[in-house]
């Protein structure tokens, strides 16, 4: 069983910048599929990025495409998200996901990933 944690949200000015964290354990999470979804208030959840696999390859929706970057560290068991000229439609609560098994034509898909964390929430307001 994989457990997530997300930590790193919070308020930020427009044009500021945040970093989450995804801390995984329990998986093997050099192999591991991990992604960020986030969901604004009275909207679904949408994807924002994923790292696929162990390979490295990176995928990023359109409305951060440019301004935010996913990593990882094994060492640390823990997926990153960088975000950039953060923006106030930016604004949600940030979730991490992750799986050992999905496709790549899936990753966009809340269905695919069998793990999910609490949420972090981002605030992006003047």
């Known amino acids: 069983q994989v457990q997530l944690v997300e930590s790193g949200g919070g308020l930020v000015q427009p044009g500021g910048s945040l970093r989450l964290s995804c801390t995984a354990s329990?998986?093997?999470?050099?192999?591991?599929?991990m992604a960020w979804f986030r969901q604004a208030p009275g909207k679904e959840r949408e994807f924002v990025a994923c790292m696929f696999r162990s390979g490295g390859h990176t995928y990023y929706s359109d409305s951060v495409q440019g301004r935010v970057t996913i990593s990882k560290d094994n060492a640390k068991n823990t997926a990153y998200l960088q975000m950039n000229n953060l923006r106030p439609e930016d604004t949600g609560i940030y979730y991490c996901?992750?799986?050992?098994?999905?496709?790549?034509?899936?990753?966009?898909?809340?269905?695919?990933?069998?793990?999910w964390g609490q949420g972090t929430q981002v605030t992006v307001s003047s």
């Open positions: 329990g998986g093997n999470f050099r192999r591991d599929t």
């Open positions: 996901a992750a799986s050992s098994t999905i496709i790549l034509s899936n990753i966009r898909n809340t269905q695919g990933y069998a793990f």
